[in-house]
Protein backbone atom coordinates (compact mmCIF):
# COMPACT_ATOMS: atom_id res chain seq x y z
CA UNK A 1 0.00 0.00 0.00
CA UNK A 2 1.62 3.30 -1.09
CA UNK A 3 1.82 5.41 1.82
CA UNK A 4 0.03 8.30 -0.36
CA UNK A 5 -3.42 6.63 0.22
CA UNK A 6 -3.41 8.24 3.89
CA UNK A 7 -3.51 11.79 2.49
CA UNK A 8 -7.31 10.98 0.39
CA UNK A 9 -9.51 11.71 3.73
CA UNK A 10 -8.41 15.52 3.32
CA UNK A 11 -8.80 15.46 -0.42
CA UNK A 12 -12.35 13.88 -0.56
CA UNK A 13 -13.81 14.76 2.86
CA UNK A 14 -12.25 18.03 4.47
CA UNK A 15 -12.39 19.77 0.68
CA UNK A 16 -16.20 18.23 0.05
CA UNK A 17 -18.83 20.03 0.01
CA UNK A 18 -22.38 19.21 -0.59
CA UNK A 19 -24.80 20.32 -3.61
CA UNK A 20 -27.52 22.19 -2.59
CA UNK A 21 -29.89 19.52 -2.97
CA UNK A 22 -31.66 18.73 0.33
CA UNK A 23 -32.10 15.23 -0.65
CA UNK A 24 -28.97 13.96 -0.28
CA UNK A 25 -25.43 14.98 0.05
CA UNK A 26 -22.64 15.00 -2.35
CA UNK A 27 -19.25 15.09 -1.94
CA UNK A 28 -17.04 16.60 -4.71
CA UNK A 29 -13.31 16.36 -5.88
CA UNK A 30 -12.10 19.77 -6.13
CA UNK A 31 -9.80 18.87 -9.27
CA UNK A 32 -11.78 16.53 -11.53
CA UNK A 33 -15.51 16.54 -9.35
CA UNK A 34 -14.92 12.83 -9.03
CA UNK A 35 -13.69 10.31 -6.25
CA UNK A 36 -10.92 8.41 -6.68
CA UNK A 37 -11.97 5.80 -4.48
CA UNK A 38 -15.00 4.96 -6.51
CA UNK A 39 -13.16 3.58 -9.14
CA UNK A 40 -12.36 0.00 -7.05
CA UNK A 41 -13.62 0.39 -3.94
CA UNK A 42 -13.77 -3.00 -3.16
CA UNK A 43 -10.19 -3.32 -3.71
CA UNK A 44 -9.12 0.06 -1.92
CA UNK A 45 -11.47 -1.16 1.35
CA UNK A 46 -10.25 -4.36 1.19
CA UNK A 47 -6.24 -2.51 1.80
CA UNK A 48 -7.34 0.24 4.09
CA UNK A 49 -9.39 -2.64 6.58
CA UNK A 50 -6.23 -4.90 6.54
CA UNK A 51 -4.38 -2.18 7.75
CA UNK A 52 -6.53 -1.59 9.91
CA UNK A 53 -6.98 -4.62 11.37
CA UNK A 54 -3.16 -5.79 11.27
CA UNK A 55 -1.16 -2.35 12.41
CA UNK A 56 0.31 -1.39 15.30
CA UNK A 57 0.41 1.85 14.11
CA UNK A 58 -2.59 3.87 15.95
CA UNK A 59 -2.29 6.90 13.60
CA UNK A 60 -2.19 4.45 10.34
CA UNK A 61 -5.13 2.59 12.08
CA UNK A 62 -6.84 6.07 12.64
CA UNK A 63 -6.10 7.06 8.72
CA UNK A 64 -7.45 3.65 7.14
CA UNK A 65 -10.78 3.55 9.35
CA UNK A 66 -11.37 7.30 7.83
CA UNK A 67 -10.63 6.29 4.74
CA UNK A 68 -13.14 3.18 4.86
CA UNK A 69 -15.87 5.58 6.20
CA UNK A 70 -15.90 7.72 3.24
CA UNK A 71 -15.80 4.88 0.93
CA UNK A 72 -18.93 3.28 2.92
CA UNK A 73 -20.70 6.91 2.92
CA UNK A 74 -20.14 7.37 -0.56
CA UNK A 75 -22.02 3.65 -1.42
CA UNK A 76 -24.67 4.77 0.79
CA UNK A 77 -23.81 2.40 3.91
CA UNK A 78 -23.75 5.53 5.77
CA UNK A 79 -24.49 2.73 9.55
CA UNK A 80 -21.22 1.58 8.13
CA UNK A 81 -19.83 4.65 7.79
CA UNK A 82 -21.02 6.20 11.37
CA UNK A 83 -18.83 3.09 12.62
CA UNK A 84 -15.97 3.15 10.89
CA UNK A 85 -15.55 7.00 11.75
CA UNK A 86 -16.25 6.11 15.31
CA UNK A 87 -13.36 3.48 15.27
CA UNK A 88 -11.16 5.61 13.45
CA UNK A 89 -12.10 8.23 16.67
CA UNK A 90 -10.57 5.89 19.13
CA UNK A 91 -7.51 6.03 18.05
CA UNK A 92 -7.01 9.77 17.93
CA UNK A 93 -5.03 11.91 20.76
CA UNK A 94 -7.22 14.61 21.25
CA UNK A 95 -4.05 16.87 22.78
CA UNK A 96 -1.94 15.84 19.84
CA UNK A 97 -2.07 18.46 16.96
CA UNK A 98 -1.47 16.05 14.64
CA UNK A 99 -4.29 14.21 15.04
CA UNK A 100 -6.26 17.24 14.24
CA UNK A 101 -6.95 17.07 10.67
CA UNK A 102 -8.28 12.88 11.39
CA UNK A 103 -10.95 14.68 13.86
CA UNK A 104 -12.16 16.96 11.16
CA UNK A 105 -12.17 14.47 8.71
CA UNK A 106 -14.56 11.37 11.04
CA UNK A 107 -16.72 14.32 12.52
CA UNK A 108 -17.25 15.79 9.39
CA UNK A 109 -18.41 12.13 7.74
CA UNK A 110 -20.38 11.78 10.89
CA UNK A 111 -22.01 14.81 10.33
CA UNK A 112 -22.79 14.07 6.54
CA UNK A 113 -24.22 10.67 7.41
CA UNK A 114 -26.59 11.93 9.93
CA UNK A 115 -27.82 14.22 7.42
CA UNK A 116 -28.68 11.95 4.95
CA UNK A 117 -30.13 9.60 7.98
CA UNK A 118 -32.43 13.11 8.64
CA UNK A 119 -30.52 12.96 12.24
CA UNK A 120 -30.00 16.40 11.54
CA UNK A 121 -29.66 17.25 15.74
CA UNK A 122 -26.89 15.34 15.95
CA UNK A 123 -25.46 16.26 12.20
CA UNK A 124 -25.36 19.56 13.69
CA UNK A 125 -23.40 18.68 17.06
CA UNK A 126 -20.29 16.82 14.55
CA UNK A 127 -19.82 19.74 12.47
CA UNK A 128 -19.10 21.86 15.60
CA UNK A 129 -16.77 19.25 16.67
CA UNK A 130 -15.09 19.18 13.35
CA UNK A 131 -15.32 22.82 13.52
CA UNK A 132 -13.28 22.84 16.60
CA UNK A 133 -10.70 20.90 15.21
CA UNK A 134 -9.95 22.84 11.97
CA UNK A 135 -6.99 25.53 11.98
CA UNK A 136 -7.94 26.12 8.13
CA UNK A 137 -9.88 29.28 7.33
CA UNK A 138 -10.74 27.15 3.82
CA UNK A 139 -11.96 23.95 5.64
CA UNK A 140 -14.35 26.21 8.54
CA UNK A 141 -16.24 27.69 5.64
CA UNK A 142 -16.45 23.90 4.32
CA UNK A 143 -18.25 22.83 7.45
CA UNK A 144 -20.23 26.12 7.54
CA UNK A 145 -21.96 24.96 4.90
CA UNK A 146 -22.34 21.42 5.80
CA UNK A 147 -24.23 22.47 9.23
CA UNK A 148 -26.16 25.28 7.32
CA UNK A 149 -27.53 22.37 5.20
CA UNK A 150 -28.17 20.36 8.25
CA UNK A 151 -30.04 23.32 9.46
CA UNK A 152 -32.02 23.73 6.38
CA UNK A 153 -32.91 20.01 6.37
CA UNK A 154 -35.11 20.61 9.86
CA UNK A 155 -36.56 23.38 8.96
CA UNK A 156 -34.34 26.09 10.89
CA UNK A 157 -34.27 28.49 8.36
CA UNK A 158 -33.02 31.74 10.05
CA UNK A 159 -29.15 30.47 11.25
CA UNK A 160 -28.87 28.75 7.82
CA UNK A 161 -29.35 32.18 6.16
CA UNK A 162 -26.76 33.56 8.77
CA UNK A 163 -24.03 31.38 7.60
CA UNK A 164 -24.50 31.54 4.03
CA UNK A 165 -24.52 35.66 4.52
CA UNK A 166 -21.21 35.02 5.71
CA UNK A 167 -20.27 32.90 2.94
CA UNK A 168 -21.03 36.16 0.75
CA UNK A 169 -19.48 38.29 2.63
CA UNK A 170 -15.76 36.26 2.71
CA UNK A 171 -16.03 34.94 -0.48
CA UNK A 172 -16.58 37.07 -3.06
CA UNK A 173 -13.22 37.03 -4.71
CA UNK A 174 -13.98 33.43 -5.45
CA UNK A 175 -16.59 33.07 -7.86
CA UNK A 176 -17.68 29.41 -7.63
CA UNK A 177 -17.84 29.79 -3.66
CA UNK A 178 -19.85 33.09 -3.92
CA UNK A 179 -22.28 31.28 -6.66
CA UNK A 180 -22.49 28.46 -4.05
CA UNK A 181 -22.83 30.87 -1.36
CA UNK A 182 -25.81 32.84 -3.13
CA UNK A 183 -27.86 29.92 -4.31
CA UNK A 184 -28.18 28.41 -0.97
CA UNK A 185 -29.03 31.86 0.52
CA UNK A 186 -31.78 32.26 -2.00
CA UNK A 187 -33.16 29.15 -2.09
CA UNK A 188 -33.54 28.91 1.95
CA UNK A 189 -34.78 32.14 1.79
CA UNK A 190 -37.62 30.95 -0.27
CA UNK A 191 -37.86 27.89 1.82
CA UNK A 192 -38.43 29.86 4.60
CA UNK A 193 -40.91 32.42 2.71
CA UNK A 194 -42.94 30.90 -0.07
CA UNK A 195 -43.42 34.14 -1.83
CA UNK A 196 -40.35 35.51 -1.83
CA UNK A 197 -38.90 36.03 -5.52
CA UNK A 198 -35.72 33.88 -5.42
CA UNK A 199 -35.20 34.37 -9.09
CA UNK A 200 -32.44 37.11 -9.44
CA UNK A 201 -30.19 35.51 -7.01
CA UNK A 202 -30.56 32.06 -9.09
CA UNK A 203 -30.10 33.06 -12.29
CA UNK A 204 -27.04 35.72 -11.11
CA UNK A 205 -25.41 32.49 -9.67
CA UNK A 206 -26.15 30.83 -12.81
CA UNK A 207 -24.85 33.13 -15.10
CA UNK A 208 -21.73 33.07 -13.20
CA UNK A 209 -21.15 29.19 -13.33
CA UNK A 210 -21.81 28.81 -16.85
CA UNK A 211 -18.83 30.40 -18.45
CA UNK A 212 -16.31 28.86 -15.60
CA UNK A 213 -17.61 25.73 -17.32
CA UNK A 214 -18.70 24.60 -13.06
CA UNK A 215 -20.59 21.21 -14.58
CA UNK A 216 -21.23 20.90 -10.86
CA UNK A 217 -22.09 24.22 -10.02
CA UNK A 218 -24.64 24.00 -13.13
CA UNK A 219 -26.39 21.10 -12.69
CA UNK A 220 -27.43 22.69 -9.04
CA UNK A 221 -28.14 26.13 -10.40
CA UNK A 222 -30.78 23.82 -12.82
CA UNK A 223 -32.00 21.42 -10.06
CA UNK A 224 -33.07 24.73 -8.19
CA UNK A 225 -34.75 26.40 -10.57
CA UNK A 226 -36.26 23.61 -12.06
CA UNK A 227 -37.53 23.47 -7.94
CA UNK A 228 -38.51 27.20 -7.90
CA UNK A 229 -40.37 27.49 -11.23
CA UNK A 230 -42.60 24.01 -10.67
CA UNK A 231 -45.33 25.73 -9.77
CA UNK A 232 -45.23 29.16 -10.99
CA UNK A 233 -44.09 28.36 -14.67
CA UNK A 234 -43.99 24.96 -14.95
CA UNK A 235 -42.62 25.34 -18.74
CA UNK A 236 -39.89 27.16 -16.84
CA UNK A 237 -39.09 24.11 -14.45
CA UNK A 238 -39.20 21.60 -17.33
CA UNK A 239 -36.81 23.45 -19.01
CA UNK A 240 -34.40 23.42 -16.34
CA UNK A 241 -35.00 20.02 -15.48
CA UNK A 242 -34.24 19.26 -19.08
CA UNK A 243 -30.82 21.21 -18.30
CA UNK A 244 -29.87 19.45 -15.28
CA UNK A 245 -30.64 15.75 -16.65
CA UNK A 246 -28.21 16.95 -19.51
CA UNK A 247 -25.25 18.06 -17.60
CA UNK A 248 -25.56 15.30 -14.80
CA UNK A 249 -25.54 12.69 -17.78
CA UNK A 250 -21.94 14.37 -18.69
CA UNK A 251 -21.15 14.05 -14.91
CA UNK A 252 -22.11 10.45 -14.51
CA UNK A 253 -23.91 10.57 -11.43
CA UNK A 254 -26.78 8.47 -11.47
CA UNK A 255 -28.61 10.59 -8.48
CA UNK A 256 -28.40 13.57 -9.99
CA UNK A 257 -29.94 11.87 -13.17
CA UNK A 258 -32.35 10.51 -11.10
CA UNK A 259 -33.45 13.80 -9.29
CA UNK A 260 -33.61 15.13 -13.00
CA UNK A 261 -35.33 12.11 -14.25
CA UNK A 262 -38.29 12.67 -11.29
CA UNK A 263 -38.77 16.31 -11.66
CA UNK A 264 -39.37 15.45 -16.06
CA UNK A 265 -42.04 12.82 -14.78
CA UNK A 266 -43.31 15.32 -12.82
CA UNK A 267 -43.65 17.94 -15.30
CA UNK A 268 -43.32 15.97 -18.92
CA UNK A 269 -46.34 15.40 -21.24
CA UNK A 270 -48.09 11.82 -21.42
CA UNK A 271 -45.82 10.92 -24.34
CA UNK A 272 -42.31 11.50 -22.69
CA UNK A 273 -43.42 10.54 -18.73
CA UNK A 274 -43.47 6.74 -19.79
CA UNK A 275 -39.96 6.84 -21.38
CA UNK A 276 -38.84 8.84 -18.58
CA UNK A 277 -39.94 6.50 -16.09
CA UNK A 278 -38.90 3.31 -17.92
CA UNK A 279 -35.37 4.79 -17.40
CA UNK A 280 -35.59 6.44 -14.00
CA UNK A 281 -36.79 2.75 -12.47
CA UNK A 282 -33.59 1.35 -14.34
CA UNK A 283 -31.42 3.99 -12.43
CA UNK A 284 -32.91 3.96 -9.34
CA UNK A 285 -32.79 -0.28 -9.13
CA UNK A 286 -29.29 0.35 -10.05
CA UNK A 287 -28.41 2.43 -7.44
CA UNK A 288 -30.18 0.56 -5.23
CA UNK A 289 -28.83 -2.74 -5.91
CA UNK A 290 -25.41 -1.16 -5.71
CA UNK A 291 -25.39 -0.12 -2.38
CA UNK A 292 -27.02 -3.33 -1.35
CA UNK A 293 -24.05 -4.78 -2.50
CA UNK A 294 -21.43 -2.47 -1.74
CA UNK A 295 -22.85 -3.08 1.83
CA UNK A 296 -22.66 -6.99 1.57
CA UNK A 297 -19.32 -6.67 0.29
CA UNK A 298 -17.79 -4.80 3.27
CA UNK A 299 -19.34 -6.62 5.59
CA UNK A 300 -17.40 -9.99 3.82
CA UNK A 301 -14.50 -8.06 3.15
CA UNK A 302 -14.29 -7.49 6.80
CA UNK A 303 -14.86 -10.77 8.17
CA UNK A 304 -12.51 -12.33 5.20
CA UNK A 305 -9.77 -9.89 6.72
CA UNK A 306 -10.69 -10.73 10.60
CA UNK A 307 -10.27 -14.70 9.37
CA UNK A 308 -6.87 -14.10 8.19
CA UNK A 309 -5.80 -12.40 10.98
CA UNK A 310 -6.64 -15.13 13.11
CA UNK A 311 -5.24 -17.51 11.09
CA UNK A 312 -1.53 -16.32 11.12
CA UNK A 313 -1.66 -14.67 14.15
CA UNK A 314 1.21 -16.54 15.56
CA UNK A 315 3.35 -15.95 13.11
CA UNK A 316 2.80 -12.50 12.58
CA UNK A 317 3.33 -11.68 16.40
CA UNK A 318 6.60 -13.52 16.32
CA UNK A 319 7.45 -11.60 12.51
CA UNK A 320 6.67 -8.40 14.40
CA UNK A 321 8.34 -8.89 17.16
CA UNK A 322 11.36 -9.50 15.86
CA UNK A 323 11.10 -6.77 12.78
CA UNK A 324 10.80 -4.67 16.23
CA UNK A 325 13.67 -6.06 18.17
CA UNK A 326 15.86 -5.49 14.66
CA UNK A 327 13.90 -2.03 14.05
CA UNK A 328 14.95 -1.19 17.81
CA UNK A 329 18.48 -1.88 17.35
CA UNK A 330 19.07 0.13 14.24
CA UNK A 331 17.49 2.58 16.02
CA UNK A 332 19.78 2.84 18.99
CA UNK A 333 22.52 2.27 16.89
CA UNK A 334 21.66 5.51 14.88
CA UNK A 335 20.68 7.26 17.97
CA UNK A 336 24.34 6.49 19.36
CA UNK A 337 26.24 7.62 16.04
CA UNK A 338 23.73 10.56 15.60
CA UNK A 339 24.55 12.41 18.95
CA UNK A 340 28.37 11.59 18.79
CA UNK A 341 27.94 13.34 15.59
CA UNK A 342 25.94 16.53 17.19
CA UNK A 343 28.35 16.31 20.84
CA UNK A 344 31.40 16.62 18.22
CA UNK A 345 30.06 19.17 16.49
CA UNK A 346 28.95 21.24 19.11
CA UNK A 347 32.06 20.53 21.41
CA UNK A 348 34.02 22.00 17.91
CA UNK A 349 31.89 25.52 17.68
CA UNK A 350 31.77 25.93 21.29
CA UNK A 351 36.17 25.39 21.22
CA UNK A 352 35.85 27.70 18.86
CA UNK A 353 33.40 30.16 19.67
CA UNK A 354 35.39 29.76 23.21
CA UNK A 355 38.67 31.32 21.70
CA UNK A 356 36.73 33.91 19.60
CA UNK A 357 35.46 34.80 22.80
CA UNK A 358 38.32 35.15 24.65
CA UNK A 359 40.16 36.96 22.11
CA UNK A 360 37.34 39.65 21.78
CA UNK A 361 37.54 40.13 25.82
CA UNK A 362 41.04 40.65 25.41
CA UNK A 363 40.94 43.16 22.46
CA UNK A 364 37.94 45.10 24.11
CA UNK A 365 40.41 45.43 27.39
CA UNK A 366 43.39 46.36 25.55
CA UNK A 367 41.16 49.07 23.73
CA UNK A 368 39.56 50.39 26.90
CA UNK A 369 42.75 50.69 29.04
CA UNK A 370 43.95 53.03 25.46
CA UNK A 371 40.87 55.18 25.88
CA UNK A 372 41.59 55.55 29.59
CA UNK A 373 44.90 56.38 29.22
CA UNK A 374 44.27 58.60 26.03
CA UNK A 375 41.52 60.44 28.57
CA UNK A 376 44.09 60.98 31.23
CA UNK A 377 46.82 62.14 29.20
CA UNK A 378 44.00 65.19 27.64
CA UNK A 379 42.73 65.50 30.88
CA UNK A 380 45.64 65.85 32.83
CA UNK A 381 48.82 66.69 30.56
CA UNK A 382 47.09 68.53 26.99
CA UNK A 383 44.88 70.93 29.11
CA UNK A 384 47.08 71.32 31.96
CA UNK A 385 49.87 72.43 29.56
CA UNK A 386 47.54 74.59 28.14
CA UNK A 387 46.40 75.85 31.26
CA UNK A 388 49.88 77.38 32.30
CA UNK A 389 50.76 78.72 28.53
CA UNK A 390 47.58 80.76 29.08
CA UNK A 391 49.20 82.04 32.40
CA UNK A 392 52.26 82.67 31.30
CA UNK A 393 50.65 84.54 27.94
CA UNK A 394 47.97 86.66 30.08
CA UNK A 395 49.97 87.39 33.66
CA UNK A 396 52.17 90.40 33.38
CA UNK A 397 54.70 89.22 36.21
CA UNK A 398 55.37 85.13 35.52
CA UNK A 399 56.58 83.38 38.24
CA UNK A 400 59.34 80.94 36.86
CA UNK A 401 59.66 78.67 40.09
CA UNK A 402 55.85 78.17 39.95
CA UNK A 403 56.26 77.63 36.10
CA UNK A 404 58.56 75.19 36.43
CA UNK A 405 57.38 73.49 39.34
CA UNK A 406 53.86 73.08 37.51
CA UNK A 407 55.59 71.71 34.44
CA UNK A 408 57.53 69.09 37.12
CA UNK A 409 54.01 68.43 38.58
CA UNK A 410 52.67 67.56 34.92
CA UNK A 411 55.93 65.58 34.07
CA UNK A 412 55.81 63.27 36.92
CA UNK A 413 51.90 62.73 36.32
CA UNK A 414 52.69 62.19 32.27
CA UNK A 415 54.95 58.85 33.71
CA UNK A 416 52.78 57.98 36.21
CA UNK A 417 49.44 58.13 33.92
CA UNK A 418 49.67 54.16 32.99
CA UNK A 419 49.72 53.00 36.88
CA UNK A 420 46.67 55.21 37.34
CA UNK A 421 43.43 53.79 38.63
CA UNK A 422 39.84 54.99 39.10
CA UNK A 423 41.00 55.27 42.85
CA UNK A 424 44.25 57.59 42.06
CA UNK A 425 41.97 60.36 41.50
CA UNK A 426 43.51 63.64 43.11
CA UNK A 427 40.62 64.28 46.25
CA UNK A 428 40.15 67.86 45.21
CA UNK A 429 40.79 69.83 48.37
CA UNK A 430 39.04 74.15 48.62
CA UNK A 431 37.23 72.78 45.28
CA UNK A 432 35.61 76.00 45.37
CA UNK A 433 39.16 77.97 44.86
CA UNK A 434 40.59 75.45 42.43
CA UNK A 435 37.32 76.12 40.31
CA UNK A 436 37.96 80.45 40.73
CA UNK A 437 41.51 80.08 40.10
CA UNK A 438 41.14 77.67 36.79
CA UNK A 439 38.20 79.76 35.18
CA UNK A 440 40.02 83.36 36.18
CA UNK A 441 43.45 81.91 34.63
CA UNK A 442 41.57 81.77 30.96
CA UNK A 443 41.33 85.85 31.38
CA UNK A 444 43.24 88.26 29.37
CA UNK A 445 43.05 92.11 28.45
CA UNK A 446 40.60 91.99 25.83
CA UNK A 447 38.41 88.82 27.46
CA UNK A 448 37.16 89.43 30.97
CA UNK A 449 35.78 86.34 33.13
CA UNK A 450 32.71 86.70 35.32
CA UNK A 451 31.99 83.86 38.11
CA UNK A 452 28.65 84.19 40.25
CA UNK A 453 27.86 81.61 42.72
CA UNK A 454 30.73 79.90 43.47
CA UNK A 455 30.38 79.01 46.80
CA UNK A 456 31.86 76.59 49.10
CA UNK A 457 28.05 75.04 50.33
CA UNK A 458 27.54 74.69 45.98
CA UNK A 459 30.74 71.81 46.10
CA UNK A 460 29.06 70.18 49.78
CA UNK A 461 28.03 66.83 49.67
CA UNK A 462 29.45 66.36 45.84
CA UNK A 463 31.28 63.06 45.40
CA UNK A 464 34.92 63.52 44.51
CA UNK A 465 33.95 61.66 40.62
CA UNK A 466 31.93 64.36 40.31
CA UNK A 467 34.18 67.22 41.06
CA UNK A 468 36.78 65.62 38.94
CA UNK A 469 34.28 64.91 35.90
CA UNK A 470 32.62 68.88 36.50
CA UNK A 471 36.29 70.27 36.82
CA UNK A 472 37.72 69.15 33.33
CA UNK A 473 34.41 70.32 31.91
CA UNK A 474 34.80 73.60 32.68
CA UNK A 475 38.44 73.46 31.73
CA UNK A 476 37.32 71.82 27.83
CA UNK A 477 34.61 74.47 27.70
CA UNK A 478 37.29 77.64 28.52
CA UNK A 479 39.60 76.07 26.52
CA UNK A 480 37.22 75.73 23.45
CA UNK A 481 36.22 79.35 24.11
CA UNK A 482 39.75 80.66 24.29
CA UNK A 483 40.82 78.82 20.83
CA UNK A 484 37.91 79.76 18.97
CA UNK A 485 34.81 82.30 20.35
CA UNK A 486 37.38 85.34 19.75
CA UNK A 487 34.29 86.30 23.08
CA UNK A 488 35.41 89.95 25.01
CA UNK A 489 33.14 88.61 27.96
CA UNK A 490 32.67 85.31 29.51
CA UNK A 491 30.47 84.61 32.64
CA UNK A 492 30.40 81.60 34.48
CA UNK A 493 27.28 81.35 36.91
CA UNK A 494 26.57 78.30 39.23
CA UNK A 495 23.14 77.96 41.05
CA UNK A 496 21.68 75.64 43.46
CA UNK A 497 18.04 74.06 43.37
CA UNK A 498 15.68 71.10 44.14
CA UNK A 499 18.88 68.78 44.87
CA UNK A 500 20.58 69.58 41.60
CA UNK A 501 22.91 72.19 40.46
CA UNK A 502 23.15 74.34 37.63
CA UNK A 503 25.64 75.99 35.66
CA UNK A 504 25.09 78.59 33.48
CA UNK A 505 28.14 79.49 30.88
CA UNK A 506 27.57 82.84 28.75
CA UNK A 507 29.94 84.22 25.95
CA UNK A 508 29.81 87.07 23.33
CA UNK A 509 31.54 85.66 20.91
CA UNK A 510 31.22 84.17 17.37
CA UNK A 511 28.46 81.23 18.49
CA UNK A 512 28.30 78.34 16.93
CA UNK A 513 26.52 77.32 13.01
CA UNK A 514 23.43 75.51 13.05
CA UNK A 515 24.29 72.49 12.20
CA UNK A 516 27.71 72.65 14.48
CA UNK A 517 29.56 68.87 14.80
CA UNK A 518 31.18 68.59 18.30
CA UNK A 519 35.25 68.25 18.37
CA UNK A 520 36.37 65.34 20.05
CA UNK A 521 37.10 67.77 23.19
CA UNK A 522 33.10 68.85 23.62
CA UNK A 523 32.25 65.09 22.73
CA UNK A 524 34.47 64.47 25.89
CA UNK A 525 32.39 66.85 27.62
CA UNK A 526 28.71 65.11 26.84
CA UNK A 527 30.02 62.05 27.74
CA UNK A 528 31.60 62.99 31.22
CA UNK A 529 28.56 64.96 32.05
CA UNK A 530 26.32 61.83 31.30
CA UNK A 531 28.44 59.53 33.69
CA UNK A 532 27.24 61.70 36.84
CA UNK A 533 23.13 61.18 35.42
CA UNK A 534 23.36 65.04 34.04
CA UNK A 535 22.67 67.33 31.14
CA UNK A 536 24.30 69.89 28.93
CA UNK A 537 22.48 72.02 26.56
CA UNK A 538 24.42 74.11 23.85
CA UNK A 539 22.09 77.04 22.16
CA UNK A 540 22.84 78.30 18.95
CA UNK A 541 20.01 80.00 17.97
CA UNK A 542 20.67 83.14 20.02
CA UNK A 543 21.88 86.00 17.79
CA UNK A 544 25.32 86.16 19.16
CA UNK A 545 27.93 84.54 21.26
CA UNK A 546 27.09 81.30 23.10
CA UNK A 547 25.25 80.09 25.85
CA UNK A 548 25.66 76.14 27.43
CA UNK A 549 23.41 75.18 30.18
CA UNK A 550 24.87 72.12 32.16
CA UNK A 551 22.44 70.28 35.23
CA UNK A 552 23.67 67.36 37.63
CA UNK A 553 22.27 65.75 40.75
CA UNK A 554 23.90 67.08 44.03
CA UNK A 555 24.94 63.45 45.22
Known amino acids: MK ?49 ATNSRDSSKIAEAYSNMAIIQSDEGDYFGSIESALASLKHLDEYNQHDF ?51 RGKKDFLPAMQIYRDFISKSKSNKK ?10 ITKWLHDSTYNAAPELMEALHIREPENDYWG ?44 GKLIELGSTDSIKAHFNTYQQLNDSVQLARSAAKNQFALIRYEVEKSKADNLTLQKDNAEQAYEINRQRMLIFMIVFFSIILSVVGFYWYKKRRQHMALAAE ?54 SYETDESLIKQQNFKDKISHMLQSFGTQSTKISIVGNEQRLWEGLNEQAKYEIEHILQELMINMKKHSQASHVAIRFEQE ?18 FQPNNGLRNTENRIKSIDGRINFDTKVKKGLKIHISFPIS
Not at 114 to 143: C, M, P, Q, V
Not at 177 to 186: D, I, P, Q, S, V
Not at 387 to 398: A, C, F, H
Open 3 to 51: KSLFLIPFILNILACQHEELSYVQKINENNKESFLNKKQDSTFYQFNKI
Open 101 to 151: DLFTSNYNELGLNNINLKNYDEAIKYFDLAIKYSDSERYKLALLNNKALAY
Open 177 to 186: TYARALTNLA
Open 218 to 261: RNSSYAHLASYFTKSHPDLALYYARKRYAVAKVLKSANDQIGAL
Open 364 to 417: NAIRDSQLKTSKRVHDVVANGIYQVMTEIENLPDVDKDRILDRLDGLYGKSRDI
Open 498 to 515: RERTYIYYTDNGIGMPEN
